[in-house]
């Protein structure tokens, strides 16, 4: 299943949202630009586990420009699209700055998930996936029956179906916890996932409380 919008509308218009996803995709670009390309980017600027646990002064910031690079177009535009349909939502609840700490703050804890759960790995963790997926955790929280149009592949059969949000996220994280749970597939950061939804999911009530 692949949502393409939600029918949830927003009474202010979503500043942060669109300068996450034009800063990502520009960092991209840049990153594919350079001579030695993705290596140089994810070895300097992506999460290591085993860096961080060692020198942690020096490599914590790498756990915020870790959120804004990708290992390709397919990861930057699956997680760019989840950001703009869900991520409106929750940065006109928030307000534009309580927005940003929460991003960060969601993206901060889901990184921790998936040091904690590999502690000595040295392959970088890359993507906004984390931080995103604190937005998902907040949305099912807050909009649970918001209706998303969602692109659905039965077979051979392509569709397009209204679903309510709970139905899409709460598959969503059914699989991000068979894949690093049950199957230990790897290769992806699925505890970062799990980590960053359930932080979502638990911040999102006392973040809107805080008053602007």
Same mark, same amino acid.
């Given at each position: ?41 994810f ?82 963790? @890359?993507?906004a996936?984390?931080? *995103?997926? +604190?937005?998902?955790?907040?949305? =099912?929280?807050?909009? /649970? &029956?918001?209706?998303? !149009? ?32 049950v199957?230990?597939?790897?290769? @992806?950061?699925?505890?970062?996932? *799990?980590? +960053?939804?359930?932080?979502?999911? =638990?911040?999102?009530? /006392? &973040?809107?409380?805080? !008053?602007?």
């Amino acid at each position: 299943m692949i949502p393409l919008k939600d029918e949830n509308p927003t009474k202010n218009f979503p500043l942060i949202t669109i300068i996450f996803i034009i800063s990502n995709t520009l960092i991209f670009l840049y990153q594919i630009s350079q001579p030695m390309g993705t290596i140089t980017t994810f070895a300097t600027f992506g999460l290591i586990p085993a860096h961080l646990i060692e020198s942690p002064i020096s490599t914590y910031p790498t756990i915020y420009s870790s959120m804004f690079i990708h290992s390709g177009i397919g990861h930057l535009a699956g997680n760019m699209l989840y950001l703009w349909i869900f991520g409106n939502n929750i940065e006109d609840v928030l307000g534009r700055l309580r927005f940003v700490i929460f991003y960060l703050v969601c993206g901060t804890i889901a990184s921790m998930g998936h040091i904690f759960t590999d502690l000595q790995s040295d392959i970088p963790m @890359v993507g906004a996936s984390g931080a *995103i997926s +604190g937005i998902l955790g907040a949305y =099912l929280i807050l909009f /649970p &029956f918001a209706r998303v !149009k969602t692109l659905v592949f039965l077979g051979f059969l392509i569709t397009i179906i209204r679903i309510p949000a709970i139905i899409l996220l709460v598959i969503w994280i059914l699989i991000q916890v068979f894949s690093g749970v049950v199957s230990g597939d790897g290769g @992806v950061a699925w505890f970062a996932h *799990i980590g +960053g939804f359930v932080a979502g999911m =638990l911040l999102i009530l /006392p &973040f809107q409380e805080i !008053k602007h």
